[in-house]
């Protein structure tokens, strides 16, 4: 079967740094999506990685090491607006988006 | 602004009882989805139209049909709702359906079977 695996909880203080991360198990790979939802609103895009390596976006980085099955997001200099679920989404062999179950951060005065 | 609408924003049903949820984007995707999002689930796949015309099935397809006569809606149809069906439920667009699409969300229309 499909299975996507993050936390889902992780707790953080505003000005730190923190790592997301997401493994998953897909029938076929056609690139990894990360999406922000925060509370009773809909999810908006963040990143999306095809190939191996870094992607970098102004606060937000996402890897990807597809060898691994494993993809990371990583938040620097938090701020409070960053309280949110984090969403790992994997397009799989037939174009569809198999999503984990998300990740809730909790950013700390 | 360019985006997608969904209506209602949140209904109580009793069950047995026939209920269409509304979609709209005029940002001329081609491809459109369903989704229903269920606590500590990830968004799972209902239905999904590649374009005007065409529709498919998703995850978790039973107990809901949707049609696709044009480019901008996309209604989702519960034919006898049940208290299973209580989630929420988002649609979504992007551009072809291919690898690299960003999929965009509409506000989401919460449903309660009761």
């Known amino acids: 079967g499909q299975n996507i695996d993050q936390p889902t909880e992780m707790t953080a203080t505003e000005g730190a740094i923190v790592q997301i991360n997401c493994t998953y198990q897909t029938s076929g790979f056609n690139g990894l999506f990360w999406y922000q939802q925060h509370a009773g609103e809909a999810p908006t895009f963040l990143s999306y990685n095809v190939l191996d390596g870094l992607e970098e976006k102004g606060r937000f980085s996402s890897f990807l090491s597809r060898s691994k099955g494993y993809s990371y997001l990583l938040l620097k200099e938090l701020q409070m607006k960053d309280s949110a679920s984090y969403l790992c989404a994997v397009m799989d062999s037939n174009y569809q988006l198999i999503w984990g179950a998300g990740t809730k951060l909790i950013i700390k005065p | 602004i360019a985006g997608i609408t969904q209506a209602p924003t949140s209904q109580i049903l009793a069950a047995g009882r026939r209920m269409t949820l509304r979609c709209t984007q005029d940002m001329r995707h081609n491809a459109m989805y369903w989704y229903r999002q269920d606590l500590g689930l990830g968004l799972r796949l209902i239905h999904y139209?590649?374009?005007?015309?065409?529709?498919g099935k998703g995850e978790v397809p039973d107990g809901y049909s949707v049609s696709r006569a044009n480019t901008d809606d996309f209604p989702l149809t519960l034919a006898s709702a049940v208290p299973s069906q209580t989630s929420v439920y988002f649609c979504?667009?992007?551009?072809?359906?291919?690898?690299?699409?960003?999929?965009?969300f509409g506000p989401g229309t919460r449903l309660t079977v009761l």
């Open positions: 979504a667009s992007s551009d072809t359906g291919g690898s690299t699409d960003t999929q965009y």
């Open positions: 139209s590649n374009t005007a015309g065409t529709t």
